[in-house]
């Protein structure tokens, strides 16, 4: 499958972004879709998770009280809704699939990605 993100954009400290991100074809319900996210300089770090059958999730702490991942599985969707935005948020935001659980949060256990769109966060 393959997958496109969007929604990227240049905001300021305290505001909200939108991300999506669209499947090509049909995802199966034993899948995940989740977000990643790569900083300037700075290795890959798992962002959320769900699970397309079950629509159960999982987030990295960072990510647990400010961003929302959910999905649309008629359109083959998922968005990841990003409130209170730091500038430490700054990175390019990618959307990957793997066939299994959304628990698994290595970047190698993803094996469709989408490229990356850019959030960028200023003070």
């Known amino acids: 499958v393959q997958l496109q993100a969007s929604g990227g954009g240049s905001v300021q400290a305290g505001d909200s972004l939108r991300l999506s991100c669209v499947a090509s074809?049909?995802?199966?319900?034993?899948?995940?879709l989740g977000w990643f996210r790569q900083a300037p300089g700075k290795e890959y770090e798992f962002v959320a998770a769900i699970s397309w059958g079950g629509g159960r999730t999982v987030y990295a702490d960072f990510a647990r009280a400010r961003f929302t991942v959910s999905k649309e599985n008629a359109k083959r969707t998922m968005y990841l809704q990003m409130n209170s935005l730091k500038p430490e948020d700054t990175a390019l935001y990618y959307c990957a699939r793997r066939v299994g659980s959304p628990g698994v949060t290595s970047r190698a256990d993803y094996d469709s990605w989408g490229q990356g769109t850019l959030v960028t966060v200023s003070s």
């Open positions: 074809g049909p995802v199966y319900s034993s899948s995940a």
